[in-house]
């Protein structure tokens, strides 16, 4: 079941990619790109909280089950099949993705940002 963290997230991730896809969120928007971008920024630094938390559990797990699996690969390999292992890696995955996002309304806003510049000076 989906934490309300995520599902806020995944609401807005839904916004700014079916924005971008439609052309809702362009050079004509650029407030709404650096809204999104603020916004995205906010759950990115979320989720790098939640990584801080699961690598710490990673870390504990590794002390504890070392021994019994024999070698740091088997250890390795048990800890991304856990339930925690599979977090970690929803929440790097998830990280790419917002920073994709943020790439993305950056370059929509400063383009936006240009183009006005450029208006200004020809107008």
């Known amino acids: 079941m989906e934490n309300p963290l995520e599902s806020q997230i995944n609401i807005l991730v839904a916004e700014v990619e079916k924005g971008l896809i439609l052309g809702h969120i362009n050079s004509n928007t650029p407030e709404v790109a650096l809204e999104y971008h603020t916004r995205l920024g906010g759950y990115l ?34 800890w991304k099949v856990s339930k925690e292992g599979i977090r970690q890696n929803f929440w790097e995955t998830r990280i790419k993705r917002l920073k994709i996002l943020m790439d993305t309304l950056s370059v929509t806003y400063y383009h936006a940002r240009d183009e006005r510049k450029r208006g200004i000076m020809n107008g």
């Open 45 to 78: 630094s979320t989720c790098y909280g939640m990584i801080e938390r699961i690598d710490t559990a990673e870390a504990e797990y590794f002390v504890n089950n070392r021994a019994s699996n024999k070698s740091d690969v088997a250890t390795s390999k048990a």
